[in-house]
């Protein structure tokens, strides 16, 4: 075997002291591994709030207890984001949206005469022409129209010509409520444009699936309208609400599927004519509300709101 010449020896002995003399030069050790950043999961914004409304049925003289209602959700912070009323609903539900409080309805309630919205007549299509009722609405809100109002307001009434049902929402706010209330035969139709609009609880007394087609995904409906009065009818005028009442009994219950919770005073001591019964229907509308409550807690709670 023939000897390496001493300066390939050398080489070779340089080469491999290099790693010893790289781990001397680290204490030994070999370069600690860079350390990555910490995995972070990413954040899941919590889903938005539901987006509640009120949706008030009609009554006539019964709508009074609209105003209990709101009473008391408003003593416990809860803030629509949109009203949708029928009749007497479209009345307290305009008010309402124009910035009255509960407190304020109620005032407003006590010191309401009935001539204040009821123009009698004996000539036309109805007893009542409903201007008083107009005019009234549009002072009361400031003649602010519909889509001015907050929280967000509208109204069911239907064409008297096609039976169409029409959802107000915009345009002028006490010939809007005019012609939802214009129960017929009481009310003369309300004439908007070319065309004759009535009470619009012939096609939805609790106006609940108006509330879902405006985009609510919470819906408290209040139906002030209580079972048929078992007493004899007072006069004609009670006669024909008392009709109107029992014709509407199966399309507002069909519509209690669609509402998240319903609210329904015991009206039975206050007909649909009884408007000095005022007192009362607020009275009745509290106590409803009230036993409500647990109920409406729970399914916000679930749904991420707290009541207070």
Avoid at 152 to 179: I, M, N, S
Avoid at 280 to 301: C, D, S
């Amino acid at each position: 075997m023939t000897a390496l010449p001493f300066r390939r020896w050398r080489g070779l002995l340089l080469l491999l002291s290099l790693p010893m003399a790289a781990c001397g030069l680290f204490g030994g050790k070999p370069p600690p591994a860079p350390e990555l950043p910490p995995v972070v999961a990413p954040t899941v914004p919590p889903p938005p709030p539901p987006k509640i409304a009120l949706a008030l049925g009609g009554g006539a003289a019964r709508g009074f207890a609209h105003i209990g209602v709101i009473k008391v959700l408003e003593s416990h912070g809860l803030k629509p984001e949109m009203v949708v009323g029928t009749s007497a609903g479209s009345v307290a539900g305009a008010l309402y949206s124009a910035g009255y409080s509960g407190f304020d309805l109620q005032q407003m309630a006590f010191d309401l005469d009935r001539a204040t919205v009821s123009d009698w007549t004996l000539f036309g299509k109805g007893l009542i022409k409903g201007d008083a009722l107009r005019h009234f609405i549009n002072g009361a809100v400031k003649n602010k129209t519909i889509q001015q109002l907050k929280p967000r307001f509208a109204c069911v009434a239907v064409k008297l010509k096609t039976g169409e049902a029409v959802l107000f929402e915009r345009g002028e706010t006490g010939l809007a409520v005019q012609a939802s209330s214009a129960v017929p035969g009481v009310f003369a139709p309300a004439r908007i444009g070319d065309e004759d609009y009535v009470d619009g609880g012939l096609v939805s007394v609790v106006p609940i699936r108006y509330a879902r087609q405006m985009g609510a995904d919470f819906v408290i409906a209040v139906d002030v309208a209580a079972p048929p009065d078992q007493r004899e009818a007072q006069g004609k005028l009670d006669v024909v609400m008392r009709t109107f009442g029992i014709m509407g009994k199966t399309i507002r219950e069909s519509e209690y599927p669609l509402a998240d919770v319903v609210v329904v005073p015991d009206m039975r001591d206050v007909t649909s004519t009884d408007f000095e019964g005022k007192h009362r229907a607020i009275l009745a509308g509290e106590r409803a509300a009230q036993a409500a409550l647990p109920e409406l807690r729970a399914k916000l709670k679930a749904r991420g709101l707290v009541l207070e």
